[in-house]
């Protein structure tokens, strides 16, 4: 089956421990994207990345990295997590061009106390 | 002003009722229009592509106006499933590679019976 699989789904982490939120994918997408939403703002982008070693920021990559050492993972690192990171995460995939369809993963609910 | 802006809603209608959305963007480079539907904290999925001529799905019909930078979906014989969140889409044009995605913040739809 495709899909877009992000781990883990929910989490509740404390002022600057470093997690990890994974995202996998295996539809061979060049393409894939980090999200965050937040209420009355829609999703935003956080970063991206178009290949293997290639990755780019979105509207607010600002205390958030990623890393495309394969083509299928794009984990996004949050190395010294703060309250104003707490937020619904989504990962997503497509292939290149405007007209493909990004999917989405199932989301991350991250609380950051 | 937001790139993409939405109605937030909600919209309470009943069972059968047609109900029309509007979106109105800001990126005149802006190549491709999206419908995507978000239920309750689960994962944006894709309802429908929006093209130029206008496009129907069932009981989803999308319009695209370029010229005022609109874009419109209409639901006909609203069913109690179709209540969820409608995301407006449009791609960043050459901002993020043609892939980027610039959601709106959705407009809440409830059908009741």
């Known amino acids: 089956e495709a899909q877009v699989t992000q781990n883990p789904r929910y989490l509740i982490t404390v002022t600057g421990k470093k997690l990890t939120v994974t995202c996998s994918q295996n539809?061979?997408?060049?393409?894939m994207s980090w999200y965050r939403q937040d209420p009355g703002l829609g999703l935003r982008q956080i970063y991206y990345?178009?290949?293997?070693?290639?990755?780019d920021k979105g509207d607010v990559p600002e205390g958030y990295k990623v890393s495309r050492k394969e083509k299928r993972n794009f984990p996004l690192i949050l190395e010294s997590p703060s309250p104003n990171q707490t937020s619904l995460y989504f990962c997503?995939?497509?292939?290149?061009?405007?007209?493909?369809?990004?999917?989405f993963g199932a989301g991350t609910r991250l609380s950051v106390l | 002003r937001k790139e993409v802006e939405q109605d937030p809603g909600p919209f309470n209608v009943p069972e059968g009722a047609t109900v029309a959305f509007n979106c109105t963007y800001s990126?005149?480079?802006?190549?491709?229009f999206f419908w995507y539907r978000q239920d309750c904290r689960k994962e944006p999925k894709l309802l429908m592509s929006?093209?130029?001529s206008g496009n129907e799905d069932g009981r989803f019909t999308a319009q695209l106006n370029r010229a005022s930078q609109y874009i419109s979906l209409l639901i006909r014989d609203s069913k109690l499933s179709d209540s969820a969140t409608y995301l407006c889409?449009?791609?960043?044009?050459?901002?993020?590679?043609?892939?980027?995605?610039?959601f709106g913040a959705g407009t809440r739809l409830a059908v009741h019976p």
């Open positions: 997503a995939s497509s292939f290149l061009g405007p007209e493909n369809i990004q999917y």
């Open positions: 539809m061979n997408h060049e393409y």
């Open positions: 990345s178009m290949n293997v070693e290639v990755t």
């Open positions: 990126n005149s480079a802006s190549q491709s």
């Open positions: 929006v093209y130029s």
């Open positions: 889409v449009v791609n960043g044009g050459f901002s993020g590679g043609y892939n980027k995605l610039i």
